[in-house]
């Protein structure tokens, strides 16, 4: 019988020989046919979404004619994750063998059978977005009203540049999610029907199944007065500091302002009893027009003008209430920013002694427009 030498890959089935078998079944030329030379390794995808996931690896092995090799148990290796089913599998017809890798994060990975093994390849993982959300200056306690809309901004970033995708908003009130195509930033109002603490969530999800995810707490205030005025500042020596308890007889029906003017209306407009300005004023006067603002966590509060019987616009600005008609500290020099949540208040006369019966409206939250 003639001796083989052996090499590093080689088939050792013909070191034992069955009875019978001439010696010429293991001749050297026919060795390259049962001996894997090759072994590539090719992947589905070589990236992850941010959250991790799954990628299938798969094994093509042939032999020394370049012809695929079923039978042959190939193993596959990782730096990272596991394999399904098993760590090894078994080529088919065409010498493929596959497995499914699970990681969440980066991972080196090879395939190896009798000997050889593939070139290693590598798998990423996506950078995960920052999410975030924030939402309007809130008052001094924290609390926002109810029934009023609140502002809330997304943005999302990664390494510096704005991330895309579909924004899924949950509000924690048992309403429907809030759903919106998202590149970069976004604000999405809401608005809280009931007082309590509300946890709202997010999750922004990109074309490519990456997740991220942000949440924040809400407190509101379910009332009447929809901005706690209890311990409210009036600041001006000819306001009556007493307006903010004087009882609530009716409700204010529509507030518009722009930059020319302000209007409000109230369901007793043209009703409550009005009085008469001394000269140079002179003429009927039914009531005054509030505002309140938040400054430095404090609710402070103004007239701002008379009104006279049934009328609803005033020629008043945000620049002038503060300068021109409250004139007090801190709201004389306090100009109302784009966004921030003020109070709009209905009295009968609350300034300079022309009371007639002291009756207002409860204050309505307002989202500054300008």
Known sequence: MRAFATKPGVLLACLVLAAGISSSACDSSTMPSLVAQKILLTLAATQLPAQGGTVTLLASVTNGSDKPMAGVVVTFATTAGTFAPAATAT?????????????????????????????????????????????????????????????????????????????????GDGTANGSVNFTGTATVNHQ?????????SATLTESDSSRSTTSTSVRVREGLDQIDISKAIMVSPMDDPTVTKWPIDSEITSIY????????????????????????????????????????????????????????????????????????????????????????????????????????????????PY
């Open 192 to 200: 809280f029907a009931k007082g309590g603490t509300y946890s709202v």
């Open 257 to 368: 302002v722009d930059t020319n003017q302000t209007c409000l209306d109230h369901t007793k407009n043209g009703v409550w009893p009005w009085t008469t300005f001394e000269p140079p004023g002179g003429g009927p006067v039914e009531g005054t027009h509030i505002i309140f603002a938040n400054i430095g966590g404090q609710w402070y509060g103004g007239v701002y003008d008379y009104y006279r019987p049934g009328q609803t616009c005033k020629g008043t600005n945000k620049w002038q209430y503060g300068e021109e008609q409250i004139r007090s500290a801190p709201m004389g020099s306090w100009v109302p920013a784009k966004g921030e949540i003020v109070g709009f208040m209905v009295s009968t006369p609350a300034r300079g002694g022309y009371n007639t019966k002291d009756l207002r409206t409860y204050v309505k939250a307002f989202v500054f």
């Open 91 to 171: 080529t088919d017809a065409n010498g493929s063998a596959s497995v499914t890798l699970a990681t969440t994060t980066a991972a080196t990975v090879k395939a190896s059978a009798m000997g050889i093994d593939s070139a290693s390849s590598t798998i990423s993982v996506k950078g995960q977005a920052t999410l975030t959300v924030t939402t309007n200056l809130a008052p001094s306690n924290g609390e926002y009203p109810n029934n009023v809309d609140i502002p809330f901004v997304f943005s999302a970033t990664r390494s510096g540049s704005t991330v895309s995708g579909t924004l899924v908003i949950g509000w």
